[in-house]
């Protein structure tokens, strides 16, 4: 393939990939199974490795993040960010749209808009492509998280249709509830801090360094504003259709995201129709917005200091209900963790029946004042279980007693601990309480842990009360007979469960020592450890220094690590698994070193020996790391024939040093 050739296909491939994402994201649509999908993303990446000169910045591409960012840059915005002025009184937004009347000339359309929950941003285009994201700031100054904003798949990087040469589009992230929940959850898995609602979430994680994890944390855009010097467009309710049409997210009148309306009756209606059915949306709102459709009426409305005057937010007063506490639960996770759980008299709150709420821990019930018996407020939050936020002490009883915290464990009676610096009690029984038993067993069959096929919470429990499994080793000893004497399990779920069993044998490394439960350490901390260490005999004997050493292990991750080594029950289990069969080492490629260690190479052309898959493996079994494209950082380019010129004078601009195929192959005589 010759230097045009490949920019038209680089350019055909990216229309392609771009067509479907936003079929895919906006629309809700797919055309395309995700193994073609992912092939044409791979035929790009690979031509944009091979044709770097092409690779442009808005390549559909660059979606998968991985740019790390050391400080965001602050930039002046263009157009204020200002806010709104807000109510929560129906009486205001009346009083606010008569006084319009006055002001406006000629009859006045409105435009009713959802108040997403999340952060601001503002996008530049020019000539179609996605130049820069800036957050709001203060208003006047925000920060350049174009990277982060880039991963996002509902944001467009380059636009189609007509849109204007230069402009600024504003709308709001937010993170959708699905997204969150999934995000807590798999925080807990790794013992992890929750977020507390998705609007801090989405907040911290736009301002994340590494855009690998934004790319990874699914957020979502709804865009609500267009702003240009050169406005083709007469309204607001025509430039949200406009922008739809360029390619943008943008709310629908058919499910009355955005609703164009010409009286307060109208206004009102919306307002009571998503008062209603907010708790049914897959993303959180806190209200809604009404604007003065038209610009030139919108411009001599004009603004106070703070806020536009031809627009208004309605806010929603928090859903709140107010029900008896009947109860406290304490629930022992598997790490032991000590959750209270409070159990109400049912309640219907935001459409669903509520009989529990969340207490997170005891300085929340000290916080809260619990006393046995009281009236409780509930409120729904982006979590599915709710929260308590407040008593009604007028209703309280005067002779019921405070709410204690246990001092023992619920399940096996050992005095709970409570580290400093931590909020959290904890059962330090971590061998014999039959939860953190059961869950370290479940965690260890899990999907992506040991993945082990037939195995579930129920088998465990089952397994668990018969006294035949009571630590994972017990798993390896497992026999057929044992199994279908019991009176749940046929010959076939048997034999379905000791060939999983015998599968997991083949787990590599880097799975099982996650599926080990060690606190702290969750998926990515398992898969450093492993890189770093390569067997855990060297992890076992590894001083803290030499695990904080690691990328992103810090001393908690360190000392949880130790403490588990240091324990003799551990070694003794580990042992067991070894006898067993685990792969408890990396297993190395054949000819593997640490040669290219820390070293990036571009490869790019056409070679004799190899193919350039099998030199990128090379590079990456010698511990090197291949990047798509040439810049400063790049240590080598290894050329091919046919490798275009424009690439080589950039290499050779930047000092690179270029290696011929035959001089790569040297470097490993
Ligand atoms: S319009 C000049 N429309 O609410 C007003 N804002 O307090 C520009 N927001 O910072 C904002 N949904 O983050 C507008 N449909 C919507 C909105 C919305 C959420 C947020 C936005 C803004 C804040 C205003």
Known sequence: MNNSEAQEEILKLSEEINKHNHLYYVENKSIISDYDFDLLLKKLQDLEIQFPEFAFDYSPTKRVGGDITKKFETVVHRFPMLSLSNTYSEEE??????????????????????????????????????????????????????????????IPLSLKGNFPADFEIRGEIFMPLESFQKLNAEREESDEPLFANPRNTASGTLKMKDSKIVADRSLDCYLYGVYGNDSIIEGHFESVEKAGEWGFKVPLVKNRFIEKVTSIDGIMNYIHFWDKERNNLPFEIDGVVIKVNNYSQQKSLGFTSKSPRWAIAYKFKTERVETKLESITFQVGRTGAITPVANLLTVQLGGTSVKRASLHNSDQIEKLNLHEGDFVYVEKGGEIIPKIVGVNTEKRNQSSPIVKFIENCPECNTALVRKEGEVQHYCPNELFCPPQMKGKIEHFIGRKAMNIDGLGAETVDLLYAKGLVKTIADLYELTFHQLVELERIADKSANNIISGIEVSKTVPFERVLFALGIRFVGETVAKKLAKHFKTIENIKVASIEELINVDEIGDKIAISVQNYFSNNESRLLIEKLISAGLQFEIKEKEGATNKLDGKSFVVSGVFNSFSRDEIKEVIENNGGKNVSSISSKTDYVIAGENMGPAKLKKASSLGITILTEDEFIQLFN
């Open 93 to 154: 937004i009346i009083e606010w749209e008569n006084r319009l009347k006055k002001l406006a000339e000629g009859e006045i359309e409105y435009v009713c808009e959802l108040k997403y929950d999340g952060v601001a941003i503002g996008i530049r285009y020019k000539n179609g492509f996605l130049l820069r994201a800036v957050t709001r700031g203060d208003g006047n100054q925000g920060e350049d998280v174009t990277i982060n904003v880039k991963t996002i798949k509902t």
